[in-house]
């Protein structure tokens, strides 16, 4: 029974189901002339984001590497990076646990690929994404399950930084829970395995904010090019929000489970389902496919150098 209900199937069961109350509920007609209408600029300005965040990861990761005395010729490190976040280490969402076998290939060639550089960008990009949902939460604040959203995330942030009591708090809860357990065990093992200190994590979840603007924006300006008005600030919250649900689910690349929230958040604001559903495809081509072609891509010129 237990294998029924587990955490792939209840979000698969919930997709489903949200498919099915669009169907019922949206005039697709009406939807399909808005995709028909759409403003292409838009679009170009979401491909130009898309060259930009990935971009702007090099001020953590670099600040990462220069904490650990790692030295690298500029070209080598520019690529390193973008391979490095492209190949799912570190997924967009930041949803699941490392590939091993990516990184023994890593190892094998490049020893400055340590668990503490993982562990460290792991975490805080984490954190920052976790940061930008309570603040755009408290921004945004209309419905009741963006106050939820606030206490959800600031308990997280809490328990990852030690606070003893939250943290004792979330151990609890984390005991009725096999999802929670994990993810528990996980954090607080990236938390004693790190080389770098809290304050130097800190540091990277102020370096990673202007990634998570830009990436965030790749949604507003999708709708945009859909004829859609949400604030920026709405959209940035459908971002991080999503993110952190598709980090906790620790499903690869959040791939469901955020893509489930993101759309729920959109038809709360009014966006039709078609729309919906077409801005987060989109999202997910800029956000997750092309990032990880082109950190494969690079991966393979990497690997093949002597």
Same mark, same amino acid.
């Given at each position: 029974?237990?294998?029924?209900?587990?955490?792939?199937?209840?979000?698969?069961?919930?997709?489903?189901?949200?498919?099915?109350? %669009?169907?019922?509920?949206?005039?697709?007609?009406?939807?399909?002339?808005?995709?028909?209408?759409?403003?292409?600029?838009?679009?170009? *300005?979401?491909?130009?984001?898309?060259?930009?965040?990935?971009?702007?990861?090099?001020?953590?990761? *670099?600040?990462?590497?220069? +904490?650990?005395?790692?030295?690298?010729? /500029?070209?080598?490190?520019?690529?390193?990076? *973008?391979?490095?976040?492209?190949?799912?280490?570190?997924?967009?969402?930041?949803?699941?646990?490392?590939? %091993?076998?990516?990184?023994?290939?890593? +190892?094998?060639?490049?020893?400055?690929?340590?668990?503490?550089?993982?562990?460290?960008? &792991?975490?805080?990009?984490?954190?920052?994404?976790?940061?930008?949902?309570?603040? &755009?939460?408290?921004?945004?604040?209309?419905?009741?399950?963006?106050?939820?959203?606030?206490?959800? !995330?600031?308990?997280?942030?809490?328990?990852?930084?030690?606070?003893?009591?939250?943290?004792?708090?979330?151990?609890?809860?984390?005991?009725?829970?096999?999802?929670?357990? /994990?993810?528990?065990?996980?954090?607080?093992?990236? +938390?004693?395995?790190?080389?770098?200190?809290?304050?130097?994590?800190? *540091?990277?979840? %102020?370096?990673?904010?202007? #990634?998570? $603007? $830009?990436?965030?924006?790749?949604?507003?300006?999708?709708?945009?090019?859909?004829?859609?008005?949400?604030?920026?600030?709405?959209?940035?919250?459908?971002?991080?929000?999503?993110?952190?649900?598709?980090?906790?689910?620790?499903?690869?690349?959040?791939?469901?489970?955020?893509?489930? !929230?993101?759309? #729920? %958040?959109?038809?709360?604001? =009014? !966006?039709? =389902?078609?729309?919906?559903?077409?801005?987060? $495809?989109?999202?997910?081509?800029?956000? &997750?496919?092309?990032?990880?072609?082109?950190?494969? =891509?690079?991966?393979?010129?990497? +690997?093949?150098?002597?």
């Amino acid at each position: 029974m237990r294998r029924i209900f587990n955490l792939n199937n209840v979000t698969l069961l919930i997709g489903l189901a949200l498919l099915i109350w %669009l169907i019922s509920q949206y005039n697709f007609s009406a939807a399909i002339r808005q995709i028909e209408n759409a403003k292409p600029i838009f679009l170009i *300005y979401a491909f130009i984001a898309f060259l930009v965040f990935p971009l702007l990861k090099f001020i953590p990761w *670099y600040y990462v590497l220069h +904490k650990l005395g790692i030295k690298l010729r /500029r070209t080598i490190n520019l690529l390193t990076m *973008y391979a490095f976040f492209g190949l799912a280490i570190i997924p967009a969402a930041a949803g699941q646990f490392v590939i %091993l076998k990516d990184l023994e290939r890593f +190892k094998k060639k490049y020893k400055y690929f340590s668990g503490n550089i993982i562990l460290s960008l &792991t975490l805080s990009n984490f954190l920052s994404v976790s940061v930008m949902a309570l603040i &755009t939460a408290v921004i945004v604040s209309k419905y009741v399950v963006y106050a939820i959203a606030v206490v959800a !995330v600031a308990y997280a942030i809490a328990s990852i930084l030690g606070l003893r009591k939250t943290n004792d708090l979330m151990l609890e809860i984390s005991k009725k829970f096999r999802f929670l357990r /994990r993810l528990v065990k996980y954090l607080e093992k990236m +938390k004693s395995n790190s080389a770098l200190s809290q304050k130097d994590i800190l *540091y990277e979840v %102020l370096a990673f904010f202007p #990634t998570i $603007v $830009v990436e965030g924006s790749l949604i507003f300006f999708i709708l945009l090019a859909f004829n859609q008005n949400i604030s920026f600030a709405m959209s940035l919250f459908i971002f991080s929000f999503s993110a952190v649900i598709g980090f906790i689910s620790m499903i690869p690349f959040g791939i469901g489970s955020m893509d489930a !929230v993101a759309i #729920t %958040l959109l038809l709360a604001n =009014g !966006v039709p =389902g078609v729309i919906s559903i077409s801005t987060v $495809v989109i999202f997910r081509i800029f956000n &997750t496919i092309l990032p990880t072609g082109t950190g494969y =891509g690079i991966f393979a010129f990497l +690997k093949d150098r002597k």
